[in-house]
């Protein structure tokens, strides 16, 4: 998730609440950086204020939409007339927070924003008996609950959303891990493992898969 905002305490305050929901959060504090950041990662969702410094909000969302980007955006601002409001989702913002607010309640918007996500995108994902339910952040199995740590959800959704493809570590890394990461990419390799021993091994399914040399893909193991 991208989160723009200039009040550096309160985006750090943001990044904080979020990642310990489980999200993985980049910040950008001006509007420049914000719209460079949409375009160079793939983001589930973006966190966008109004007042911003070099670009305002009007400006950063107007122009994630002219290149044909539409990932959720989610307007933060303590601007909260009408007419504000009515710019903001007539620039392409999909919802609306106005300062102060309950981080409970921007906790929601999101997720309810993930649920809906860039297109018309199922509120739960299906994997053959695999169930991935991005919005409760919950994933099954022939009925059994699988508690998963943050990332590898992420991981898990990611590959789900990929079904068949060959995701290459470096895209799990962008995807789970902030836009900075600049650790042991070999971490995705534990966090492979970890997610065989849970979502496969109990099951004798062998769903999550490696390509040697290209990356990983996940496939309906019951085909």
């Given at each position: ?13 943001l990044r ?92 929601a918007h ?114």
């Open positions: 998730m991208l989160v723009v905002e200039d009040d550096k305490r309160l985006a750090a305050t904080r609440g979020l990642e310990a929901e489980g999200f993985s959060v980049d910040n950008a504090l001006d509007g420049e950086q914000g719209l460079w950041m949409a375009a160079e990662a793939a983001y589930d969702a973006i966190v966008l204020d109004i007042m911003l410094p070099k670009l305002n909000g009007f400006q950063v969302c107007a122009r994630i939409r002219e290149a044909g980007n539409w990932t959720p955006i989610l307007m933060l601002t303590a601007k909260d007339g009408d007419l504000d409001e009515a710019e903001a989702l007539d620039t392409g913002a999909d919802d609306y927070v106005t300062k102060p607010f309950s981080f409970v309640v921007l906790v999101v997720r309810a924003l993930l649920r809906r996500g860039a297109g018309e995108r199922p509120t739960q994902i299906i994997v053959g008996d695999l169930v991935i339910d991005p919005g409760k952040r919950t994933c099954s199995r022939q009925g059994h609950a699988i508690v998963l740590t943050s990332k590898e959800f992420a991981i898990v959704e990611f590959l789900a959303r990929r079904l068949g493809d060959v995701v290459p570590k470096v895209e799990l890394l962008e995807h789970a891990w902030d836009f900075a990461y600049d650790g042991d990419p070999s971490v995705i390799e534990v966090h492979i493992s970890n997610i065989r021993r849970k979502l496969d091994r109990p099951f004798g399914t062998q769903s999550l898969r490696t390509v040697r040399g290209s990356g990983y893909r996940l496939v309906n193991d019951r085909d």
